[in-house]
């Protein structure tokens, strides 16, 4: 049987930055505070876990004093930098840079044109839009799909952005809707803020999984990213089956199978697939029996 990982799944270069901050950090320091789970996948926050990384909520942040904290690369709303501040926290800021530069865009333009509705295209409690909706002091319109779009004021001026990680596809349906039903003389503006290195990815995930009799996607099953990536490999290959642990494999998927590819999310480590990779080749014996 033929086992495959694909190349190109795997940290994007976000997530890599800023577990790389964590481990420098930690390799001169017993313990260090994280804003939220570093990443969404259960096995890599336990390995920073044990190398003493400590993952804290909003609700602690009153109870932290003189101390170092990293923020992950979802970025944050100005409302965490200001207390993080008053309670004498060192950050180490580990923010996506096309994420930085998404809210930087949003704060700019929610101040230049106040009578526009700044709409964002993503996942209502997402960290990274609860950090762009800061930029808008709590004004941006988060919508999820295109039902959420046909509940805007078409009267009024729209400006549309996309959280980084999202179906380039399902934005451009809902640019195509909303351009066609402004109403009265309103304008709208739309911003593909759409990281390609993720974008990218949809497209490739597809080929490669149309190329293998079975698909294992390896995942965190708090990653959005990797529902999406995981939905788009079931579109194409239905002998597709999601695990974030190698303990999750079920050798009877593997009966009369040739060739295996192996994925995961832009939130899944390399050695996690590696690792499913090693439980599938050792169970071996067990299948096709």
């Known amino acids: 049987m033929l086992i495959e990982i694909d190349n190109g799944s795997g940290f994007c270069f976000g997530v890599t930055t800023a577990i790389k901050k964590a481990e420098e950090e930690l390799a001169n320091s017993d313990s260090l505070y994280c804003l939220g789970d570093i990443v969404h996948n259960g096995r890599e926050c336990e390995r920073l876990k044990n190398m003493g990384l400590v993952t804290v909520g909003h609700e602690d942040l009153d109870s932290l004093h003189d101390t170092t904290m990293l ?16 309670q004498d926290i060192t950050l180490i800021d580990a923010t996506c840079p096309v994420v930085l530069n998404l809210q930087k865009r949003i704060r700019t333009d929610y101040a230049a044109y106040p009578h526009s509705q700044i709409v964002i295209y993503g996942k209502n409690g997402h960290a990274e839009v609860v950090g762009l909706v800061g930029q808008t002091s709590g004004k941006a319109i988060v919508i999820e799909n295109l039902d959420d779009a046909k509940q805007l004021d078409f009267t009024r001026d729209i400006r549309l952005y ?6 380039l596809e399902g934005f451009r349906e809902i640019v195509s809707y909303i351009s066609n039903n402004m109403q009265g003389g309103a304008t709208f503006q739309s911003f593909d803020t759409i990281c390609r290195q993720v974008a990218n990815r949809m497209p490739n995930i597809r080929q490669f999984a149309e190329k293998h009799d079975l698909i294992l996607f390896v995942c965190g ?27 999750e494999i079920d050798f009877e998927w593997f009966r009369n199978v040739q060739t295996v590819g192996i994925c995961g999310a832009t939130s899944t480590p390399k050695w996690l697939m590696e690792a499913c990779k090693e439980r599938i080749l050792e169970g071996n014996g067990n299948i096709n029996k």
């Open 221 to 247: 099953k708090k990653s959005s990213n990797g529902k999406v990536l995981y939905n788009e490999c079931c579109k194409v290959n239905p002998r597709t089956h999601m695990v974030d642990d190698p303990s």
């Open 71 to 86: 923020l992950r690369a979802h970025g944050e709303p100005p409302e965490t930098y200001q207390k993080a501040k008053a």
């Open 162 to 167: 996309s959280q980084t990680t999202k179906s």
